[in-house]
T-cell receptor
Framework: GQNIDQPTEMTATEGAIVQINCTYQ??????LFWYQQHAGEAPTFLSY????GLEEKGRFSSFLSRSKGYSYLLLKELQMKDSASYLC????????????FGGGTRVLVKP | DVKVTQSSRYLVKRTGEKVFLECVQD?????MFWYRQDPGLGLRLIYF???????EKGDIPEGYSVSREKKERFSLILESASTNQTSMYLC?????????????FGPGTRLTVT
């Protein structure tokens, strides 16, 4: 089976930086996703990492270390609209295109 | 843009009723998924389908069944609804290739069983 852990909740100030960690245990690792989900809405894709290293996309960056079973999502220059849940999900062989999600991290941005 | 639509945003049903949740995607995706999302438990996979008429159990299939008669449509069926099936149900679709693993989600159906 797969085990994915991420913190339940984080609070940060507008303009600051927040790092959301995700650790996973899985065999046949084939990539890690980060999704953003605002309250009452569907999850939307943020990033996909399959190789080690940092991928940067504007204010959001995602890092992966396959040897450590570890990823983080970095949110810079926080804005109020970044208040949302952030979901870490792993895809693994031979599960095909199945994603296994962590419980999600609720981020609250305060003025 | 990929569009995944679900038949209802909100649904209230009685215990014992048969419930159908419909999902349609317009991107010719091979894979379709049904999840439920509950506070503190995250997204859990109920069933998925990787082709027409094909289905596979996810992590929590008990009490549910699915139907995929056409590529664009994936239905979730609650044979006899129970109060513990009150939840947010999310449908998603994705392509089959390694460069299309990203799943696109529908807006969700919040089901209340009384």
């Amino acid at each position: 089976g797969q085990n994915i852990d991420q913190p339940t909740e984080m609070t940060a100030t507008e303009g600051a930086i927040v790092q959301i960690n995700c650790t996973y245990q899985t065999s046949g690792f084939n990539g890690l996703f980060w999704y953003q989900q605002h309250a009452g809405e569907a999850p939307t894709f943020l990033s996909y990492n399959v190789l080690d290293g940092l991928e940067e996309k504007g204010r959001f960056s995602s890092f992966l270390s396959r040897s450590k079973g570890y990823s983080y999502l970095l949110l810079k220059e926080l804005q109020m609209k970044d208040s949302a849940s952030y979901l870490c999900a792993v895809i693994a062989r031979p599960a095909g295109n199945k994603l296994t999600f962590g419980g999600g991290t609720r981020v609250l941005v305060k003025p | 843009d990929v569009k995944v639509t679900q038949s209802s945003r909100y649904l209230v049903k009685r215990t014992g009723e048969k419930v159908f949740l419909e999902c349609v995607q317009d991107m010719d995706h091979e894979n379709m998924f049904w999840y439920r999302q509950d506070p503190g438990l995250g997204l859990r996979l109920i069933y998925f389908s990787y082709d027409v008429k094909m289905k596979e159990k996810g992590d929590i299939p008990e009490g549910y069944s699915v139907s995929r008669e056409k590529k664009e449509r994936f239905s979730l069926i609650l044979e006899s609804a129970s109060t513990n099936q009150t939840s947010m149900y999310l449908c998603a679709s994705s392509g089959r290739d390694a460069n299309s693993y990203e799943q696109y989600f529908g807006p969700g159906t919040r089901l209340t069983v009384t």
